[in-house]
């Protein structure tokens, strides 16, 4: 009996050993198959085991972020859910980033050997995306802190612009002659923009006007006003007013102050009051005077 059970576990040692040597054996040849460059501490292996390590973390990373992408977004809107997708976008590739760390790490290889080793090429890269690195901090400042929607009216550069798009590196704009704007969302943070509807759609407008002296200033008050009041896309409260602004050097200087909800269409509502100003002006003999100067001439005789 006992030999017997003593052949059984003969059997059963002999099954384990080649379990261990030649199955796992085999498995563990495979898996530090690959590049081994330098000896010792200093030495980096790059395996199969490593890329399949790397892979099984990658996917474990993309179900996790995915997951808490929807567990965020579920009860956001259409529009904040948009935005918060952009900055997610960033913080997945720094997510991924600190996973390879992590992994290679825990493979074995001295992160810090590689960090030494690419610091030349981290430094070159740091500026050469440093603007780029710029823009991304832009667009999440502008996402997070709703400085921007899109809808508004933006003016950068002397340019205006209706904004139909925000993304994490760049804001797109389409301007009053149907092109598009693109702008580097580092603008935002750096630079002055004039942001027309950012409290509310409604802006006052002005048109400068200047008629020559001796012309009855309440006639010119009384024409401009009613001009203001009967042309289309001007608001009838806020109450559009006339400033009579200064005596100019050829001019009495008048400005015309109203009210609109289109900013975008600001050009053509001016010059459909100014055809208006124009005519009515012609009509009741108000003059526009041009640029005038007085010459005088002195003729000196010398005594010889």
Do not use: C
């Amino acid at each position: 009996m006992d030999k017997i059970l003593n052949m059984g576990q003969d059997e059963s040692n002999k099954l384990t050993d080649i379990i261990e040597k030649d199955i796992w054996g085999s498995i563990q040849e495979f898996l530090n198959w690959g590049l081994h460059i330098g000896e010792g501490d200093k030495s980096i292996h790059v395996t199969v085991g490593l890329l399949l390590m790397l892979t099984v973390a990658f996917i474990i990373t993309g179900f996790v972020l995915k997951w808490l992408r929807l567990l965020f977004t579920r009860k956001m809107g259409q529009d904040d859910k948009l935005k918060f997708i952009s900055i997610f976008k960033f913080i997945k590739y720094m997510a991924y980033v600190v996973v390879v760390l992590i992994t290679v790490s825990a493979a074995g290889i001295n992160i810090t050997i590689l960090i030494t080793a690419s610091a030349a090429l981290f430094v070159g890269l740091g500026l050469a995306l440093q603007e780029l690195f710029q823009d991304v901090i832009g667009g999440i400042f502008i996402i997070v802190d709703k400085s921007l929607s899109v809808g508004d009216i933006v003016e950068v550069e002397g340019k205006v612009g209706k904004v139909f798009e925000i993304k994490l590196r760049t804001t797109r704009a389409i301007t009053r002659d149907d092109k598009v704007i693109i702008i580097p969302n580092h603008k935002f943070i750096s630079d002055t923009i004039y942001n027309y509807t950012q409290n509310h759609k409604t802006t006052r407008e002005n048109i400068k006007i200047g008629v020559a002296y001796g012309s009855n200033v309440e006639l010119v008050t009384r024409v401009l006003e009613e001009i203001l009041q009967t042309q289309k896309g001007i608001l009838k409260n806020p109450k559009p007013f006339i400033l009579f602004e200064d005596f100019g050097d050829s001019a009495l200087l008048f400005s015309l102050n109203f009210y609109i909800t289109n900013s975008f269409m600001d050009p053509q509502i001016k010059s459909e009051v100014r055809y208006k100003i124009d005519a009515k002006f012609r009509e009741h003999g108000i003059t526009i005077p041009f640029p005038q100067r007085d010459v005088h001439l002195f003729q000196h005789s010398k005594n010889l």
